[in-house]
């Protein structure tokens, strides 16, 4: 499987971004792809993550759901992506935001939030939100 992310950029604060997360070589049934972030001298942070097979969505704990929403799509003829939408933007958003893949199986989403589950990951996306 292959991770392209994408849609990042620099917003001011109380904006939108759509990152995308083009997934290609594999089926949603196989992986389940989780988002992550990652400021400067900081740990990797579970952003959200989709599962495999049902498609239902998991979030951080520090993720504020209202402002976040993530999902499976349709990108086009040639594979799928999983879009992280995220709603007022603010300063502490900015990060590099990665798109991951894993290929462990979960139970009652434990163990989702950790990176080293991860296998695949995708090169990341720069967002930085102005104040």
């Known amino acids: 499987v292959q991770l392209q992310a994408s849609g990042g950029g620099v917003v001011q604060a109380g904006g939108s971004l759509r990152l995308s997360c083009a997934v290609s070589?594999?089926?949603?049934?196989?992986?389940?792809i989780g988002w992550f972030r990652q400021t400067p001298g900081k740990e990797r942070e579970f952003v959200a993550v989709?599962?495999?097979?049902?498609?239902?969505?998991?979030?951080?704990?520090s993720i504020m759901k209202d402002r976040f929403s993530v999902s499976r799509v349709n990108a086009d003829n040639y594979g799928n992506a999983v879009d992280l939408n995220i709603f007022d933007l603010k300063p502490e958003d900015t990060a590099v935001y990665y798109c991951a893949a894993s290929v462990a199986t979960y139970y009652a989403n434990t163990g989702v939030d950790d990176r080293r589950n991860y296998d695949i990951w995708g090169q990341g996306t720069q967002v930085t939100v102005s104040s």
């Open positions: 989709v599962s495999r097979g049902s498609g239902n969505a998991f979030y951080g704990e």
């Open positions: 070589g594999r089926t949603f049934t196989t992986y389940t």
